[in-house]
């Protein structure tokens, strides 16, 4: 029976790819499916937009920000998306679609170990951040970069600058494919590495923006209120299923040969400071970390008396079972925001009344609701909306009037003038909801089962 046990074991670390990869592209599947991100709407909405009328140059969803440029890294994306939406299947397919991109990117980087349990662990730590959103084509190209470098073939390196060019128009994180790029270049310091490198920086100027599309990227990386102020900006929110993946990594590294400082001299590392100093880096990290985990398990040796002992046994059996145990924990962790009415965070019912009762004025909607709102009441403009926590315009931030707005009394009164807001999208425990009530706004819609309400004026 133990013996059996056993065997079971090693079926479970070695399972078939097909039902490795199809527990993965499931789990992806009921993440992309079953919830909706809070910027899902207003990317639908400016792919519809770049459809219709081409690429704006400025922003066309708030009535605080007409004059600001707006750069849109994730045009392109946002194109591919509006179109598969609207002319292969609706949100279904899209799901289907980037559930198969996050599988088909863990393949690209654990296709050949044997160790299959530990490649759906890291992909179940990846699902969090998965869903149909614009981080899954940062994952995608970090891929392909990757598996272009492990290949033996380094004439696929020529690749690399229409990689760049395509990667640049989708997302502005191909600056993550640059930086390794250039490390690959400090670590060959060939002719040709150099070229790749020259060339793939030349590719990432051709954008509807030219080099300004580093405008937009500068500003979000040199903002630090985004690590206090955006759930998925936080530094230092590393969890505990983040965590083993960095303790697998840096174990392997320490059992490999050389001195240790060569040893984790690498592009990981960087992604780890990265990773701590904003969560939302952890699906990038664990991604290159997947890779050199299953480099170094391929070049592990473990004499075989040590396999036939019985205490290795019984430890290879422990850690299986642990291992099961916490795929399951961990991805029903990473679901638990699922539901069949994926909008049932949101403001459903306000968007339908908004749409049959026009504002008369401008509308003021809290932060995590401006996308949705883009997307269903597309008549009504907006204060704020995900895109503008880093937008500045002069001595103006956007993202620091609006918490004025929520908390100051005098500030929010003198911005509702200003604008001529005259309705409310918030939830009744928020200050600024307790002083519209004082100043006579009344209730008109309210959520069912949910605390969100629109005050109208």
């Known amino acids: 029976m133990k013996q059996r046990i056993y065997r079971w074991a090693l079926a479970l670390v070695t399972m078939n790819n097909w039902i490795l990869y199809g527990l993965l592209f499931s789990l992806f599947f009921a993440k992309a499916f079953f919830t909706l991100d809070p910027d899902f709407g207003w990317h639908l909405s400016s792919g519809e937009y770049i459809l219709q009328h081409g690429i704006p140059s400025h922003d066309i969803y708030s009535y605080t920000a007409s004059n600001f440029s707006w750069i849109h890294h994730e045009w392109l994306a946002d194109t591919i998306g509006a179109m598969v939406y ?7 397919v899209l799901a289907v679609l980037y559930a198969l991109l996050w599988t088909v990117a863990i393949w690209l980087v654990a296709r050949t170990t044997k160790a299959r349990l530990l490649v759906l662990f890291a992909g179940v730590t990846m699902v969090p951040f998965s869903g ?6 940062t994952i995608v190209f970090s891929a392909v970069m990757i598996a ?3 290949a033996k073939d380094t004439r ?10 395509l990667w640049a128009n989708m997302h502005g994180s191909f600056v993550v494919g640059l930086a390794y790029i250039g490390w690959q270049l ?6 040709a590495s150099l070229g790749v490198f020259v060339v793939s920086v030349l590719a990432s100027c051709v954008t509807p923006y030219g080099p300004g599309m580093y405008v937009e990227i500068v500003r979000t990386m040199f903002d630090t209120t985004l690590r206090s102020r955006i759930q998925e900006w936080r530094s230092f929110g590393v969890k505990v299923d983040i965590g083993i993946v960095v303790g697998m990594w840096a174990g392997l590294l320490i059992m490999a040969k050389g001195a240790w400082w060569r040893k984790f001299l690498r592009f990981e590392s960087l992604l780890a400071i990265m990773m701590l100093s904003s969560v939302r880096h952890a699906p990038v990290f664990t991604l290159f970390a997947l890779a050199t985990i299953v480099e170094q398990l391929q070049s592990l040796v473990i004499p075989v008396q040590t396999l036939r002992d019985r205490g290795a046994k019984k430890m290879v059996v422990a850690l299986v079972m642990l291992s099961v145990v916490a795929c399951v924990l961990f991805g029903c962790f990473a679901l638990r925001y699922a539901s069949i009415d994926r909008e049932q965070p949101y403001p459903q019912t306000i968007a339908g009344y908004l749409r049959q009762h026009p504002c008369e004025g401008n509308v003021f909607a809290e932060y995590n609701y401006g996308g949705y709102l883009i997307w269903k009441v597309p008549s009504q403009k907006l204060y704020i909306d995900g895109r503008m926590p880093s937008w ?12 004025r707005v929520l908390n100051e009394t005098d500030f929010q009164r003198q911005e509702f003038q200003r604008y001529d807001i005259r309705c409310a999208v918030v939830r009744p425990s928020l200050q600024i909801a307790k002083q519209l009530q004082e100043s006579g706004w009344r209730i008109v819609s309210r959520e069912e089962g949910s605390s969100i309400v629109l005050y109208e004026r």
């Open 156 to 165: 696929l390196r020529v690749v690399l600058p229409f990689l760049i060019l």
């Open 86 to 92: 609207h002319l292969v299947g609706g949100f279904t």
């Open 132 to 137: 149909v959103r614009a981080i899954t084509w």
């Open 186 to 191: 400090a670590r060959d310091r060939t002719t």
């Open 392 to 403: 500045r315009l002069g001595n103006k931030s956007y993202m620091d009037d609006y918490i």
């Open 148 to 150: 272009i470098y492990r």
